[in-house]
Nanobody, 118 residues
């Protein structure tokens, strides 16, 4: 069964850190496009970071310098290190992956809640 399972969410005060994990089973992440999205209450889901098939990592402007996405091949796991968290980072975070250049084949995790309080 193909699954992406996020973990590591929780509640933290502003300025704190969290590290999200996205473990894949039945699906090899290496060689795929990997990404993190988030959805805040009342807002649409939006891209936070992506790791392209060429290894290039991109970030939305609001998290640049604070978030770091990475991938561990042996563990078949995607990570998102989030530092200097702000209240506006509060959202459900989703990991996703798809074959190179084929976003229509994207698969999603179930999401993990991140709550940042002031």
């Amino acid at each position: 069964q193909v699954r992406l399972v996020e973990s590591g969410g929780g509640s933290v005060q502003a300025g704190g850190s969290l590290k999200l994990s996205c473990a894949a089973s039945g699906y090899i992440l290496s060689g795929r496009e990997m990404s993190w999205y988030r959805q805040a209450p009342g807002k649409e889901r939006g891209l936070v970071s992506s790791i392209g098939c060429d290894g290039t990592t991109t970030y939305v402007d609001s998290v640049k310098g604070r978030f770091t996405a990475s991938h561990d091949n042996p563990k078949n796991t995607l990570f998102l290190q989030m530092n200097s968290l702000k209240t506006e980072d509060t959202a459900v975070y989703y990991c996703a992956a798809n074959p190179c250049g084929k976003p229509s084949y994207r698969i999603w995790g179930q999401g993990t809640q991140v709550t940042v309080s002031s």
